[in-house]
């Protein structure tokens, strides 16, 4: 069985629910980048987050 992952946010932009099977998965005014990190690793994937410089970002070292 295939994994529902589904994102509500209301009109106003004002709060969002992440709900992965129909449960919650995460609340709030901001879903933020570790949450989305840590919903694919749940998912099986592996995952990692690295902070970089601007200049490195700039020159794509990745």
Avoid at 5 to 30: C, F, K, P, T
Avoid at 33 to 61: Q, R
């Amino acid at each position: 069985m295939k994994d529902t992952i589904r994102l509500i946010a209301n009109e106003s932009g004002d709060w969002e629910v992440l709900l992965l099977n129909g449960e919650v998965y995460e609340e709030g005014h901001d879903i933020p980048t570790y949450t989305w990190m840590n919903l694919i690793h749940d998912l099986g994937h592996e995952v990692s987050i690295e902070d970089v410089t601007d200049e490195e970002m700039a020159y794509e070292l990745y």
